[in-house]
């Protein structure tokens, strides 16, 4: 009889339902329920029971998860509200009362009593349109927490605090375009730049007011990757109009255009000489340029179209990928700027390397590393024999979900002298993770939600207490990393 009565009420309930459909829209939830796969050998009366069961746990969680919302500050709300807002939002909104200039970037700490875990800050978003002399800015409620079905971070052990955040220090949405490439200025902690798919460079400053400083436009297509000068005075550009750009960033225009034959993918300054400027190519290139006049140096041919590239901290060797997964060393002559390839680590994957990281110094290996990172999500860390001319030898590796987009990673800071070795990367599910290469069974152990679309590059900058990732949308979003006394 009870197994009748709780049948009675399904049928009840989804004649409700269809009753009340010029009303209200469709519970999904309960629709999802109902659409449980039964199999043959199931028992009709067990079905109905467990879907009304799952109905009502269901209905009793979304219940829940607003009620630990509601009591997070208002959080949530502010947050879901922020990503289905449309695309003019801002010539919608009304003037609020919370939105002040001088409170541009930064974080003010929730009272509430669960602020620790489920911090509600609040962030501005600053633009400077120097045309115009105005500064617009708006003020939103963000929550940065782990999700209920992310166990895998406790489970094993624990997110590291020194790699917690307590929000976002700022966020720039001006792009209407997909951001490409994202990267600090040398040796700096606030300037900060950004390459977008419509070929504009934007130039914004992270200090106690974030604005954008220079909007550099002159490229026809994506910008695929640039670089900073050392003393951060001039942008290197690169892009698939087959052009390469230099820009003075104190007057904000392009000093000089160099003309290729194929899309140019990525670009370097030299580390020692910043008068030579390494590109690569989609016609399986590399060249170094002169600075000062645009004339080729030197031209190396490689296997594959040259997807990705970084020097070390010499100068003396350069580190390529290309569209088939293939890592090269090449030696480059610092003061003739000449190139002679020295190794090639090839991989079953034949998938482009849409990252090359080299860092002087790391824990696992004792001295200098490579990090690269391919589009089919295999991130392979190597050390690096500079005496051998870069010889590189596979210390690890990971695999992640194959990527649609060129999605990139980076090194982490180095924690202390005893703990493991991090790395950061996007993906495609719109959150920023963060992996120990120490940790095989628990390798992730962080990760921040905030992006709507697919995260395509992050950065860090070089006093490390901020990180910048962008997305497929257009947005970027600069982190503030929470103080630790390690």
Known sequence: MEKETI?????????????????RSKDLEFLSCMMQPATAESDPQYIGIRRILLHRKSESGAISRRYDWRCNGKGYVAYRNFISRPRKWENLRTPSLLSSPGNS????RSPGPLSHQFEAESFSSSRDLRSANQVSSRRLSFSSSFSDGDHSFRRGGGFDHAY???????????????????????MSSDLLAYGASDGTLTVCSLSEEPSVLKQLTGHSKDVTDFDFSSNNQYIASSSLDKTIRVWELSRGVCIRVIYGVSAQFCIRFHPVNNNFLSAGNANKEVSVFNFSTGRTIKTLSFDGEVTAMDHDHTGQIIFCGDGQGTVYSVSMDSHTGSLSRSHRHRTNHKSPVTTVKYRSFSLLASGPVLLTCTQDGNLCFFSVALQIKGYLTLRCSLKLAPRIHRIQASFCPLLSLEKGEYIVAGSEDSNVYFYDLTKPKHTCVNKLQGHRFPVMCVAWNHGENLLASSDFYGVVIVWKRAKTSS
Not at 169 to 181: E, L, N, P, R, Y
């Open 7 to 23: 049948l009675v009420e399904i049928g009840a309930t989804i004649n409700d339902k269809d009753e009340e459909k010029p009303k």
């Open 105 to 108: 970037g930064r974080w003010l």
């Open 164 to 186: 917690s955040f307590v929000g976002m220090h700022c966020i720039f949405d001006q792009c209407k375009s997909s951001v490409t490439v994202l990267k600090f200025g040398h």
